[in-house]
């Protein structure tokens, strides 16, 4: 009896198929990104810092327990409450002589923060506190500076301050990138961000 010869399975175009399912995957597949907040750390410094004596009429306390819970210069505060709190702080104006603000439009309390420059918002967490309630009081604290800073925008070049950021993006040259990026840093200097963040040692 003769053998039959096993039938060949012709493979060839198994390389074609692979190959066109690799490049299906590769286009219809989405790749998740990291999100969080966008910060670019200063420049490192050689030269041994100077101590910065801060007046305390010039601080502002925010303090967030582990339970999201907010105090406020020593006094529970809601959520809601905490942008307008913070804005009256830093447009205060109570300064006097060289510490005066003259754009300043807030109360000029004699207790409260002299002028912008001065102004510093103290922000202070627990280990356990969760990230969705710092990110809501950051989220509160930047508005209230966004929003004094559309205001002297507003006055000083006839555009909000986010307008100018957007238009940043959008420069069609490098000159129309320096004009705007001028304007942009002479709003920051009326109204500079002035946060600092303290270690989560005490707060409970």
Known sequence: MSRRSA????????????????????????????????RRLPPIDEQEPEDVVVKERNVFEVVISRNGDLLVEDKPME???????ALN???NG?????AACPYCQ??????SSE???????SLEYARQTKYGDFIAVKNELMGAFNQLRDRVSLSEFGV?????????????????KDEIAQKITRIREFYPLN????KPEQVN
């Open 7 to 38: 039938p060949e399975i012709n493979a060839g175009s198994m390389a074609d198929i692979a190959f066109l399912l690799l490049i299906f995957f590769l286009v219809t597949t989405t790749i998740e990104s990291d999100k969080g907040i966008t």
């Open 79 to 85: 959520l809601k409450d905490l942008r307008e709190a």
């Open 89 to 91: 702080f830093i447009d």
């Open 94 to 98: 109570g300064g006097t002589g060289s």
């Open 106 to 111: 807030g109360a000029e309390d004699p207790k």
């Open 115 to 121: 002028n912008p420059q001065k102004a510093v918002i």
């Open 160 to 176: 909000p301050f986010s307008k100018l950021q957007e238009d940043m993006d959008k420069a069609a040259n490098d000159i129309e």
């Open 195 to 198: 946060i600092m963040e303290t």
